[in-house]
Every structure is written in structure tokens, then in C-alpha cells.
């Protein structure tokens, strides 16, 4: 089993930056796959970025070009820095690790909310 926990949401005016950071319970030396998902209120969870063990990254369209995924040296953290945040931003922002390739864990999540 591994927990996630994630911290850094919060209230920032549009325009302004955010970094979400997402600790693993346990350091995975073997392939995994981090990443960020998001749900905002009525729509369902999405993707927003997420990172191979290999470096390999894939973004939403929708945050390209304003947010950056990256892995922390102790590789069991995973890092979402986030700029130019829009309204659209706002959701709760859940961490995310796929491994082994099947198995899924989730963070509880952190409210991002970006004023207009």
C-alpha cells in the first residue's frame, strides 16, 4: 500500500501561481507513473499532467505552456507548479501513482481556487 498526501492548494487571483507538491508514503524504484488529476464542481476527475519514472510528461491541452510536472530527487515526490491560473483553474486537485501498471492510488486531494 502507499499513501499520497498533497499540499499547496489554495486562494490565488487569476494570473498568479501555485505549487502543488504530493508526497509518496514510500520511495517505488520500479516504473511508475505520477500525475495530477482535477475535478471541478459538476464535471468529472481529468487529467492534467503526469510523469513517467523515466521523465517521460504528458499535459491537458487545456494547461500547456502554464503548468510543469516534475519529480523530486528522492523520487517519491511529485511537484505541480502552476502559472497564468485562470477561474477555469478551480478544482480540487488530486495526486495521483500508478503502480504496478493496473494498480491506482489517490491523494485525498487540495482546493485550488482561482479568483476572476
Known amino acids: 500500500q502507499v499513501q499520497l498526501v498533497e499540499s499547496g492548494g489554495g486562494l490565488v487571483q487569476a494570473g498568479g501561481s501555485l505549487r502543488l507538491s504530493c508526497e509518496a508514503s514510500?520511495?517505488?524504484?520500479?516504473?511508475?507513473?505520477m500525475g495530477w488529476y482535477r475535478q471541478a464542481p459538476g464535471k468529472q476527475r481529468e487529467l492534467v499532467a503526469t510523469?513517467?519514472?523515466?521523465?517521460?510528461?504528458n499535459y491537458a491541452d487545456s494547461v500547456k505552456g502554464r503548468f510543469t510536472i516534475s519529480r523530486g530527487n528522492a523520487r517519491n515526490m511529485v511537484y505541480l507548479q502552476m502559472n497564468s491560473l485562470k477561474p477555469d483553474d478551480t478544482a480540487i486537485y488530486y495526486c495521483?501513482?500508478?503502480?504496478?501498471?493496473?494498480?491506482?492510488?489517490w491523494g485525498q486531494g487540495t482546493q485550488v481556487t482561482v479568483s476572476s
Open positions: 514510500r520511495t517505488i524504484l520500479s516504473i511508475n507513473t
Open positions: 495521483h501513482l500508478r503502480w504496478p501498471p493496473g494498480t491506482d492510488y
Open positions: 510523469i513517467t519514472s523515466g521523465g517521460n510528461t
